[in-house]
């Protein structure tokens, strides 16, 4: 556990507040930001600027349906902004794993078969941090999935649910060197 992780973690707790905040409006862009992260992630690995635009259309198209749509009324307060926080939490997560996901694959020196996760050139000031952190251990397991298929280490049960997430969150085969 490192400051990154607490870093993190607060990600996820301030845009499940904001989602708590817009009640149900916070449920919508929440579960729909999840929901168009795929398509999206697959559009930035061709074209980075057209993905920033369709993420900012995508955002703002849920803002005013949840706005004008979701005009859900009679529903107490605190059952809007559970669901709303809820919303939050679950976009809240999708940008961490995608965040612990996205650093650069490093190769040892030694061998370059092997692959190093995250890389030991990252900033020495931020190195020990990444390298002690167990959320970018958890995003080391998500993005090499496939390539730890049926190893012992990990339990069924959690291997199906991190393969899941790869199939979600990776586009490609990052890990490839390009020919």
Same mark, same amino acid.
């Given at each position: ?18 989602g ?18 795929r ?22 198209g ?12 009679? @529903?107490?307060?605190? /059952?809007?902004?559970? +669901?709303?926080?809820?919303? !939050?939490?679950?976009?809240?997560? =999708?940008v961490? *794993? %995608?965040?612990v ?24 000031? @931020?190195?020990?941090? /990444?390298?002690?952190s +167990?959320?970018?251990?958890? !995003?080391?397991?998500?993005l090499? =999935?496939?390539? *730890? %298929?049926?190893?012992?280490?990990l339990?069924?049960?959690r ?5 899941a997430l ?14």
């Open positions: 556990m490192s400051i990154l992780d607490v870093v993190l973690v607060l990600t996820i707790a301030t845009v499940a507040a904001l708590a905040q817009r009640r149900f409006t916070g449920l919508l862009v929440g579960v729909g930001g999840a929901i168009a992260l398509p999206l992630l697959i559009l930035a690995d061709l074209n980075p600027w057209l993905a920033l635009v369709g993420a900012l259309l995508v955002g703002l849920l803002a005013l349906l949840g706005r004008h749509v979701l005009q859900i009324s009679g @529903v107490p307060g605190p /059952v809007a902004a559970t +669901a709303g926080g809820v919303g !939050g939490a679950i976009l809240g997560i =999708a961490v *794993l %995608t965040l996901t996205s650093l650069p694959i490093g190769r040892s020196a030694f061998n370059p078969n092997e692959l190093v996760y995250p890389p030991d050139t990252l900033p020495a000031s @931020v190195r020990p941090a /990444v390298q002690r +167990a959320l970018v251990a958890v !995003g080391r397991e998500v090499f =999935a496939p390539l *730890l %298929t049926g190893q012992a280490a339990p069924r049960e291997a199906v649910i991190i393969g790869h199939r979600w969150i990776v586009v490609g085969e990052p890990w490839r060197t390009p020919s």
